[in-house]
């Protein structure tokens, strides 16, 4: 694969106009992925209403093109949809490399795509367990291949800039998941990968970080009246004694000791503290109402 030769795509005058500053998230282009829908897009939207530069990308070619119309019109701002299989290699290297050739540059990266499959042990086919793996895993390392490749670029024209990749990750990602180990497998090695991420980016200015939000219970991951997380709990059987979803929904807010489900908000907030902050790299932030701890 030829390397891609960002030094002719990047826009040299705003790094320099930027330089020697700290800048804002109205000043910053940004990668979404998984944005057609969901949290992907509640993310977003909320960068967009700020006035950053936002690409979001997604599986769901015409839903992720409208939903870049939708926000544009919205907010009056300058929205690019691409669509991206994050699983994919040059999938991945074509949206990254077209976004910088349509903003000018890429200050963040945000890996938000992300699938579940939902059984226990003997049930799993190897099929659903790869299929989880290379989009939650193998897709975040890609996101982070070619995202560092274009910021590390863009340092040289600016040694004190900073970038960041951020990883939505999950609670999953911060305790084990019965009859879900799959998904938390994933996202577990997730953390490992943001980590080690972090110790090889930081000389080059990037910072790398997870976000672990608890359960998204209002949101489309959880809702789909096919795929969502309450019909598949409820027909595992990972609730003991339910009998339908609003039993299943009850067990989960139960566990929280906040009383409620995440929400897009809480979690468009952990976004901002991880990119506004100059001081941490390699963490796992917790979302999750109290529901996980660290120790």
């Known amino acids: 694969m030829e390397k891609d030769k960002y030094s002719e795509i990047i826009d040299r005058d705003r790094i320099k106009a930027q330089a020697g500053r700290e800048i804002g998230l109205a000043e910053r282009i940004f990668i979404v992925t998984g944005a057609a829908q969901g949290l992907g ?3 977003a939207e909320a960068l967009v209403s700020e006035g950053a530069k936002v690409c979001l990308a997604d599986m769901n070619r015409q839903g992720v093109i409208d939903a870049a119309k939708q926000l544009s019109g919205k907010y009056k701002a300058e929205v690019a949809g691409m669509c991206i299989d994050v699983s994919e290699e040059e999938s991945v290297r074509t949206v990254v490399y077209g976004t910088v050739r349509h ?19 003997p049930d799993m086919s190897k099929e659903d367990f790869e299929l989880v793996n290379a989009v ?6 890609l996101c982070a291949k070619y995202a560092a490749a274009a910021m590390k670029e863009q340092r040289l024209l600016d040694p004190e800039r900073t970038f960041d990749i951020v990883e939505i990750n999950s609670k999953s990602g911060l305790v084990g998941s019965e009859a879900n180990f799959a998904y938390a497998g994933s996202k577990f090695g997730g953390i490992g990968l943001v980590q080690s991420f972090a110790l090889e980016l930081a000389p080059f200015g990037i910072k790398v970080n997870a976000i672990c939000p608890g359960n998204l219970l209002d949101g489309p991951l ?3 009246p096919e795929r969502g997380l309450f019909k598949q709990y409820l027909e595992a059987g990972k609730v003991p004694g339910a009998r339908s979803v609003a039993d299943v929904r009850a067990h989960y807010e139960s566990k929280v000791p906040l009383g409620r489900g995440c929400r897009v908000e809480d979690v468009v907030r952990a976004v901002k503290y991880v990119v506004g902050q100059q001081y941490e790299t390699g963490q796992a932030v917790p979302v999750s109402g109290g529901q996980v701890m660290l120790k």
């Open 222 to 224: 959880w809702n789909d």
């Open 41 to 43: 897009y509640g993310i």
């Open 103 to 121: 903003f000018g540059g890429l200050d963040v990266m945000i890996a938000c795509a992300g699938i579940v499959r939902a059984g226990a042990l």
């Open 136 to 141: 939650n895993y193998t897709g975040f390392f």
